[in-house]
Structures are given as C-alpha cells and as structure tokens.
C-alpha cells in the first residue's frame, strides 16, 4: 500500500473512532440532567465539543467539520426530533465558524477557553437564528442573553479540560504522523 | 506554556478580551430586555402561531393538545407556568413561573412558546 493511502486509512479510522467517542460523549450529557441545575433548554456541557475542537486543532478542520457534521446526524437520528436536529445542524455550523474564525485572527493569542466559550456562544448564536425561523424572533433575541452566560460557563469548563489535556492528545496525533513516515 | 506551534494552552489575556466581549454582549442584550415593566398578559404560540392570550390577572388552567405532545398552562397569583406535559426533555416544566413582560418559557419539541406581554409600546411590541 502506497505510503499516502496508508495515511489517509490512519486519518479515517482516527477520525471515525473520535466519532464514536464524541457520540458517547453525547449519550453521557443525555444522562447527565444538567437541566435541572440550569433550567435553561438548549444548555449542555459539550462534552462532545471537546472532542471536535481537539480535531480541529489537532488534526484539520476539515475533518472537525466532518465529525461534527455525522454526530449531528447521529445524534438526531438516536436521540432527537426534526427540531432538535435543525437547531444543533445550525448551532454547530455557527461553533464551526467561530473557531475557524479564531484560528485565522489570534492563532496564539487565544487559549481553548477561549476558543470554547466562542464556540459555545457561537453555538448558541446558531440556535437562537434557526429557532427564530421556527418561533419568533423577538422571543429568541430576548432569550439569548441567558444562553450567552451559560455558554461562558459550559464553554469556559470544556476549554478548561482542553487547555489540561491538550499536551497529552497532541503527543498521540503527532506520535501516529510519525509512525506513518517510516 | 507554549507548545511546539506556539499555540497557548492556558489562561491568558486573549481568552479574557473573548469572555469579557461575551459578557458585555449578553448584559447589553439583557438591559434592552428588562425595559419592559411587569407584564399582564401570556401568550401561547404554537409552531410561530398565535394559540391564545390568557390574563395573568385571573387565575386559570389551559391544555393545549398538538400533534404530538400535551401541555397545560396554569396561571396563577400572576405568573404562568406549564404544569404537566409528555413532551420528552421536561425542560418546560424545569423553567418555573414567568410574569415579566418578554420572560419567556420554550418547549423546544413540542414548539410550544409561552411568552408574557405587556402594556402597548414596551420593547415587545416593536420586537413583535
């Protein structure tokens, strides 16, 4: 096998076992009320955020883009409604924008709790303009404040856990890029 | 710390300039929202259709049946609440007791809004 096909095998089942992980880390918010806590819909702790941020930094936000894109679908399919799907569809191509928007301007500047709270606000940006299509958007817009802070909160926690482990799960993508040049 | 391609990986002034215009973001959008004073009236809208506008004066209890999912609105001592649905999350009935003109309570799978109006030329009648 051709040293380019051996890569982009290793880049596939790397980015479809992160899948998985990211759909477990779904499934654990389902279990997880966190609603109860912050009787707020649409809050969530984006756990499986950690994991797509981790690609798109670590590994192309190509493929970042691509997972997000199949555990939305996933996620809609197991556990969701054609509502809940529009919603995450729209909140995760907002998230999406705003890291590729971090990663263009301050590259270095900004830390993952940084580009988490963007995403998590961005991610409820998204929503709030895909659930003013359904509703109404003076309702919406009077709602996004709420969800801003909290996205200051859950976002501010998984760039935390980010920011901790980040060393850890570079060492395992650069560790495999090396292991396919010899 | 930096690693190899000088990315940061702990907390530094970037990541405070994006929390802080985060922040400043949601109070601006907040003061806006708290114009309204108290409200008198709330509205049920289903599917961005208007159902109907109950008192928040005069204490009732409305079902509301959709294709799906059930809800029912209590008002109560001048605050409306959902007091029973099937709908899956529960979110609806975690939200608690609404009466500020623009307070609002969303049932996202059932695409209930409940939302509380008040008098003519507050901020919701221009966001309407």
């Known amino acids: 096998m051709q040293l380019r096909d051996k890569r982009r095998v290793v880049r596939l089942c790397r980015d479809m076992a992160l899948l998985a992980l990211a759909m477990i880390c779904s499934y654990l918010e389902f279990l997880l009320p966190i609603g109860v806590l912050i009787p707020l819909p649409g809050v969530k702790l984006g756990l499986a955020n950690v994991v797509i941020t981790a690609i798109f930094f670590l590994q192309s936000p190509v493929d970042a883009a691509a997972v997000s ?4 679908l996933l996620s809609a399919l197991l556990f969701g409604n054609p509502v809940s799907l529009l919603l995450s569809l729209s ?6 924008l705003s890291m590729l928007a971090i990663k263009r301007l301050f590259p270095r500047r900004v830390s993952m709790i940084g580009v988490s709270v963007l995403a998590a606000t961005g991610h409820h940006i998204g929503q709030i303009l895909a ?7 003076g309702v919406m817009l009077a709602y996004l404040p709420l969800l801003l802070l909290a996205g200051v909160l859950t976002g501010g926690l998984t760039g935390l856990l980010l920011n901790l482990c980040y060393d850890r799960l570079e060492r395992c993508f650069v560790l495999e890029n090396v292991k396919k040049d010899n | 710390m930096k690693n190899a391609a000088g990315r940061r990986h ?5 990541d405070g300039v994006v929390i802080g215009a985060v922040l400043l973001l949601s109070v601006f959008l907040l003061l806006g929202g708290l114009l309204p004073g108290e409200g008198r009236e709330v509205e049920i809208l289903a599917k961005g259709e208007r159902m109907i506008t109950l008192s928040l004066n005069e ?3 409305y079902s509301l049946s959709l294709e799906e999912y059930h809800l029912t609105v209590t008002v109560r001592d001048g605050k409306a609440f959902v007091s029973e649905t099937d709908c899956p999350d529960r979110v609806c009935l975690h939200s608690g007791a609404i009466s500020r003109a623009g307070d609002i309570i969303v049932c996202a799978p059932a695409g209930v809004v409940l ?5 003519e ?3 919701d009648a221009v966001a309407g």
């Open chain 1, 91 to 96: 909140g995760a191509l907002f998230a999406f």
């Open chain 1, 69 to 72: 894109l199949l555990r939305v």
């Open chain 2, 10 to 14: 702990s907390f530094g002034v970037g």
């Open chain 2, 59 to 61: 204490d009732t209890v």
């Open chain 2, 115 to 119: 939302r509380v109006v008040g008098e």
């Open chain 1, 131 to 137: 659930a003013a299509l359904l509703f109404d958007l």
């Open chain 2, 121 to 123: 030329g507050s901020a």
